[in-house]
């Protein structure tokens, strides 16, 4: 028997006998109304020991034979799937290949392994600015939120959605960050107030979108998340470099604060100042009541 276990690192489609055991860490159900909005998906990331990710997809009529047994942050020993190669504008995974679910297919639980590890590897903002067309693959990406702002409604494929744009701040610099649909409501007034101070944000699977004069983050709709002081170690590594001065500050109308403070991001032995709004109001005119 054979008990050899694979690297995703490794996998290509110029062999059929694949083994891993690997974490499904991120997991999400995906239609897309350009091409067919009646062909669902079941889409996962999948990464082993040794951190390496593949992106895995399920076809519609398999996905009753695979869904009940799969739970995101469990682990699994995986056999038996084609390898393609990975191809798409909004791909989760740099991995040159993905996994495409066969009817043969195993996929068992597997309890004696643990990768405590969750997966995201943050995009750091120099990186993100050196960006000048939009990227296909998507990134991770945290920071401390210093500006909400709702924007109205905009149609997307026949239908309403709600957006907002988010100001975020990371290593000395600003990034905008559009979000859309229903990541919108974890941005509402009555969420945000229910959090400590440090409005600390996480972007999971976001996209780098070029504009006039730099880039900015979007989320891809059922493919994004985004977190509000999670708790994860990159968490708390980040809020570490930050300390809290208790103090008044002007803020420009139009900024919808209730509490203020200043933050102190020390790094390099270069000291940046910023805002951060601990209670987040959204603007509204009449025409928005």
Wanted: charged content about 25%; some cysteine; proline content about 4%.
């Amino acid at each position: 028997m054979n008990n050899r276990v694979d690297l995703v690192e490794k996998i290509t489609p110029w062999r059929e006998s694949w083994k891993v055991h690997v974490k499904v860490v991120k997991l999400w159900y995906h239609k897309n109304p350009a091409l067919d909005p009646s062909q669902n998906l079941l889409h996962m990331v999948l990464m082993d020991e040794k951190l390496h990710k593949i992106q895995a997809t399920i076809r519609d009529k398999l996905i009753p034979n695979f869904a009940v047994s799969l739970t995101e942050g469990e682990v699994y020993l995986m056999t038996h799937f084609t390898v393609v190669p990975n191809t798409g504008l909004n791909r989760a995974v740099k991995h040159r290949f993905r996994l495409l679910f066969q009817y043969k297919t195993s996929v068992v639980s597997v309890v004696s392994i643990r990768i405590p590890h969750s997966g995201l590897c943050f995009t750091s903002i120099d990186e993100i600015d050196q960006r000048t067309k939009d990227d296909d693959f998507l990134i991770d990406f945290v920071g401390i939120i210093t500006g909400v702002r709702k924007e109205r409604d905009v149609a997307s494929y026949g239908k309403m959605i709600k957006a907002v744009v988010l100001e975020v701040f990371s290593d000395g610099k600003k990034v905008q960050c559009n979000v859309f649909g229903n990541a919108c409501d974890l941005l509402e007034y009555d969420n945000l107030q229910k959090y400590p101070r440090s409005l600390l944000i996480v972007l999971e699977s976001f996209k780098i979108k070029a504009i006039e004069g730099g880039v900015m983050l979007q989320n891809v709709m059922n493919v994004s998340r985004l977190f509000i002081n999670p708790d994860i170690p990159e968490s708390v590594e980040f809020l570490s470099r930050l300390v809290v001065i208790k103090k008044s500050v002007k803020v420009e109308p139009g900024m919808l604060i209730l509490v203020v403070f200043v933050y102190m991001f020390c790094i390099m032995r270069i000291s940046y100042c910023i805002l951060y709004v601990d209670l987040v109001l959204p603007v509204m005119g009449s025409q928005d009541l």
